[in-house]
DNA sequence: ATGAAAGCGCTAACAG
DNA sequence: CTGTTAGCGCTTTCAT
């Protein structure tokens, strides 16, 4: 049988309360009963019982992540696991614990935002992705419960998010490409989903950078974040025009951009590309690797939700540099 | 405020107890209460508190999942997310929810799974890597607390665990590659880590099965899973060999060793090689992939978890079948 | 500075 | 079939 609070009482010589408040460190408890407390905490290896807890307190340090697969199979999985970390990480420095959800649609993320809401479980949610009148946002916003969404969202009235300044990165990676002996003055956006915040912020960041440098741009979007997509792409530029210097949206598609590169012996060019992935000896010099940081996305987010639960949020949304 | 038990019964005009049984559908109440509890529980929209609910019971519904970091960094991290998904999947589906921790080194995962049990919070655990002489495996055993392992364990002994049946899917593997127009009678093994079982399981269905048909077969080992550590066996082998058929043991190594092949356009192999992965169009014919369907791993590992917490444990452990 | 007692929302005997 | 009662293990007034 676990150890409970009453035990520790007994062995101490002491009343329940006091344990309790030996716990939460009461500043009304003598020293002295104190050090007896935590010798016999220690010694009968006591840990509070969570769920009792959380029945008084009607807080449960427990943070729900629901995580949509369609958007895993969008970013490379990669990257979620990665905002899983530094979720997780950050979580454990806040002594919080983390519940995950899989959501095969929508709706089955409505309804699991619902249920976990609903069954007192949660004290808040991280919504791994963000859409287009997101049903999961508007009721979390009604029933005025704590969250946060990762990716920046439609509507950002009184809701809380992280993100990366994809604006400001994609405005860098320009003038980072053109900067080393720039081919000519040309310079090419190589994405897709325009739909996708994501994509439109650094397509935002790019055609202001590309301006302000005097560039003749050109964008290309696919039809999905694939290799295949990014060799397709390649071969279609490559048949009429003559690049050399692009911004690829991310790592995916890089690869199969410079597949097509390698197969035609192309190498003369510069290349600015999103995430980090492995590259080649061969690419080292001419592709310049942005890391978008996923874990410190999670990171982020854990930050500002708790701060949100607990009422002391100063933090409004993040948004996360990328450093280059 | 959340709606209560006791506010659904004094809508209904019954005891909470009442309310209680009809939610565990308890067969001792007359269809016309049930009736009558069922709709007022809707009409208020209540939904049971689980904290109370587990303070009383001592069952939580909820699953521990316990993640290594440096198993994310071994295997690719797709293979991981994939088992999440199956995890979450099956878990829904038998109403548990799911709790995870990331953690860095062999000491944290220990930490983890002892507070995750002593908190009371987790009905099981799950393990998602194991190791030689695990003090986590160690310390459930000692505690009698349900868990599951993902992946071989050392000692087997009251350990339930899931696996792909890596011998078989190896050996059948074999037989693939040289039932194909085989090039000649010899065949490699191309892999990592001999200390992992995997690896070991692997390599034993690939030499029983070259055994029997009398090829000759020879094992390469690299240091990692990486492209890096491919692209370099490929190139020691054939400097040397004049090999045509292969086993590869990882998606990864594959790739590597793909890309060396196109470099010195050797195409005349026939190559086997685990996980699902994307496949340029030249390969498609000269590589079979097979797929370990992570997911299953998941979702049997949550099967088999839930059976030995509510105690109708007929299952053993379970090997997930690699279909071809 | 500490203890007694009430109660969080629920389930489970025990009674009838 | 249904109600009454006693907790589950903890925190939190309210006393002292």
Redesign the pocket.
């Known amino acids: 049988m676990?150890v409970?609070?009453?035990e520790i009482a007994i062995d101490a010589?002491?009343?329940?309360?006091?344990v309790?408040?030996v716990?939460?460190d009461?500043?009304?408890?003598?020293e002295?009963?104190k050090e007896r407390v935590r010798e016999a905490i220690k010694r009968l290896n006591y840990k509070?019982?969570i769920m009792?807890?959380g029945?008084?307190?009607k807080k449960t340090a427990v943070l729900g992540v629901i995580m949509p697969e369609e958007a895993i199979k969008l970013f490379s999985s990669p990257f979620f696991i990665e905002v899983m970390q530094g979720i997780s990480l950050k979580a454990k420095e806040k002594n919080y614990y983390i519940m995950y959800d899989f959501c095969k649609n929508e709706k089955e993320e409505y309804e699991s935002t619902k249920k976990l809401l609903e069954s007192g479980f949660v004290d808040g949610i991280c919504l791994m992705s963000t859409r287009k009148e997101d049903k999961s946002i508007e009721y979390l916003k009604k029933m005025e419960f704590p969250f946060v969404v990762i990716g920046e969202p439609e509507k950002k009235d009184s809701t809380l998010w992280v993100d990366n300044n994809n604006s400001k990165a994609a405005y860098e990676a320009v003038k980072k490409v053109m900067s080393k002996e720039p081919k000519n003055s040309k310079i090419a956006f190589i994405g897709a989903d325009e739909k996708l915040t994501m994509t439109i912020n650094r397509m935002k960041g790019f055609q202001l950078s590309a301006k302000e440098l005097g560039l003749t741009s050109e964008v290309y979007l696919g039809n999905e974040f694939s290799r295949e997509e990014g060799y397709r792409l390649a071969k279609e530029i490559f048949k009429t025009e003559n690049q050399k210097n692009f911004i690829i949206l991310e790592d995916n598609l890089l690869k199969g951009f410079l597949q097509y590169l390698e197969e035609k012996t192309i190498f003369d060019v510069n290349i600015a590309s999103f995430n980090k992935t492995n590259l080649k000896d061969i690419w080292r010099e001419k592709v310049f690797l942005i890391d978008i940081k996923p874990e410190k996305l999670g990171d982020a987010a854990v930050s500002i939700l708790v701060d949100s639960i607990e009422g002391k949020l100063e933090t409004a949304s993040r948004v996360i540099d990328i450093s280059m």
Chains 1, 2 share one sequence.
């Not at 010589?13 to 006091?18: A, L, P």
């Not at 009461?26 to 003598?30: A, Q, R």
Request: hydrophobic share 30%.
């Open positions: 676990k409970t609070i009453k010589g002491v009343s329940v309360s006091t309790s408040r716990i939460s009461s500043s009304k408890i003598s002295s009963t509070p019982n009792a807890r029945l008084v307190k």
